[in-house]
């Protein structure tokens, strides 16, 4: 007898992180492809899935492969358009910050992949090493250099916008 969740509670439960991570790998134009591609890969192989697994690190190595795909198809094809726009399209009020979704898109891969898996996910480094091929130690590492550099280059925001610092003012 198996004790695992429905497949929907699993989609529930894990979808918003893996959707992050997504995004954080792709940024937020091809990171529902990669989502929906981890949910359908993830759904086919879900009844053969140990019932001890460690259900989000699996569906973040998923995610991970799914998004590397959707990225080299996404470099292949087209992109077809009327004529250039004179500026960028206004990022949507339910977005993420677009400011810190530019900051992360040029870490480097190790350290954008490490931020999201361990920062975003949630991931233990032990489990970011492992979706990474690597160390543990390389991916503690690489999570900690990212998050220096987007310390370093990601705009704060003024204390005039009621924020505070790490000493309340």
């Known amino acids: 007898m198996t004790n695992k969740q429905p497949f929907e509670t699993v ?8 959707l992050r991570v997504c995004r954080a790998v792709l940024g937020p134009v091809d990171a529902d492809d990669a989502w929906s591609e981890t949910f359908l ?6 009844p053969d899935l140990a ?21 080299r198809a996404a470099a292949r094809r087209a992109v077809p358009t009327a004529r250039v726009p004179d500026a960028p399209a206004p990022p949507r009020p339910d977005g993420p910050d677009p400011d810190l979704v530019a ?6 891969d190790k350290q954008r992949l ?19 091929s690597g160390r543990t130690d390389a991916a503690r590492r690489a999570a ?16 005039g916008k009621g924020t505070a610092d790490a000493n309340g003012r």
């Not at 900051?103 to 480097?108: G, K, Q, S």
């Not at 898996?117 to 032990?126: I, Q, S, T």
């Open 11 to 18: 989609v529930a439960t894990h979808g918003a992180t893996v």
């Open 41 to 46: 890969s993830a759904m086919r192989a879900y």
């Open 51 to 71: 019932d001890d697994a460690n259900v989000e690190a699996w569906l973040v190595t998923i995610a991970h492969r799914k998004a590397i795909d959707v990225g």
């Open 103 to 108: 900051a992360v898109a040029r870490l480097p």
């Open 114 to 132: 490490a931020v999201a898996y361990h920062h975003l996910a949630g991931l233990p480094h032990a489990d970011v090493a492992a979706i990474s």
């Open 144 to 159: 900690a250099d990212g998050i220096a550099a987007l310390r370093r280059t990601y705009p704060r925001p003024t204390a």
